[in-house]
């Protein structure tokens, strides 16, 4: 079995004049979450629905699986959540999943366990007989994401997964995608909530016009800044001045325990700042270097040039 579930080399796709997707490069490692990133038009949905082969690439090549894309067979090994969900409104919660559980090929018998599972997983347990049509959005979104995951296929695609979620939903969705990797799936996400992707995902990949601009694994791409976070019991004159010789700027606030905010002239500094505190006498709680957030690195990256 391949450690690869997803592969891609220069894969275009281009409407007339005007290229969605451009020269993509993707390796997707089994067992992983995979962010897939980028603004509005960037080329993400165009980009999934050729891996799932619902839309032809003009160029390059990929594998889904160790496929090639587009591969009927495949399919059933691959849970996907389009970004925009339609539901048939009459049907029930367990209906719908009885339907999408026999297209996906599984027996009635695996299916009568199954169900009531994946209803808990989305916490739906307690809605299983009711009519999709009472569900709000947030509720068929849940429900959406059951029928990614009730076949239990080797990889999910998950398109804007909590876009109408409440923050008890997105934890539990998160929640999910989290023991879902434990158990060896393999999720690719794309999500504009980038606090959500950063706290779930192992490596990224950020889409500007249609190309990858930046992709990697998170901790290697969040660069540390030359920000230290200090909490200190005491702080000491001579301590003080050492830390204003060592830094660029402090800003110290609050009463005692007191903060202090200090900008350093290399993030290498970080050990010699804390050695001063201590040996001029400061009682020293905490030093807590900062990094960047996915969110200005995303920032970042689509605003330069």
Request: charged share 25%; glycine share 8%.
């Amino acid at each position: 079995m391949s450690d690869i579930v997803i592969e891609t080399r220069r894969l275009t796709k281009r409407f007339r004049s005007r290229y969605a997707v451009d020269s993509l490069d993707l390796r997707v490692e089994r067992g992983t979450v995979f962010g897939f990133l980028g603004p509005n038009g960037a080329g993400k949905t165009t980009a999934i629905h050729m891996l799932l082969g619902s839309v032809r690439p003009t160029a390059g090549l990929g594998w889904v699986l160790g496929r090639p894309l587009g591969e009927t067979a495949v399919r059933r090994r691959i849970g996907f959540l389009p970004e925009k969900t339609t539901f048939y409104p009459f049907l029930t919660a367990q209906e719908f999943l009885q339907a999408m559980g026999e297209l996906s090929g599984l027996r009635r018998v695996e299916l009568s366990a199954r169900i009531p599972e994946t209803l808990q997983l989305v916490g739906l347990a307690d809605r299983a007989r009711d009519r999709i049509g009472s569900f709000s959005r947030g509720m068929q979104q849940r429900l959406g994401l059951a029928q990614a995951i009730l076949h239990a296929p080797e990889l999910i695609i998950l398109d804007e997964p909590t876009s109408a979620l409440d923050p008890l939903g997105r934890r539990t969705v998160r929640d999910l995608i989290l023991a879902l990797k434990r158990e060896g799936c393999t999720l690719f996400l794309n999500s504009h909530l980038l606090s959500e992707v950063e706290m779930t995902c192992d490596e990224v990949a950020i889409l500007k016009k249609g190309r990858v601009a930046v992709s990697g694994r998170l901790q290697d791409l969040l660069q540390v800044q030359q920000t230290v976070e200090i909490e200190v019991e005491e702080m000491t004159e001579a301590a003080m001045s050492a830390l204003r010789r060592l830094s660029l700027k402090v800003k110290m606030y609050g009463m005692p325990p007191r903060r202090l905010t200090v900008l350093l002239r290399s993030a290498e500094d970080t050990p010699e700042i804390a050695r001063a505190l201590v040996e001029n006498g400061a009682r020293l709680r905490a030093l807590i270097p900062q990094r960047e957030t996915l969110e200005e690195l995303f920032v970042r990256v689509i605003e330069s040039e």
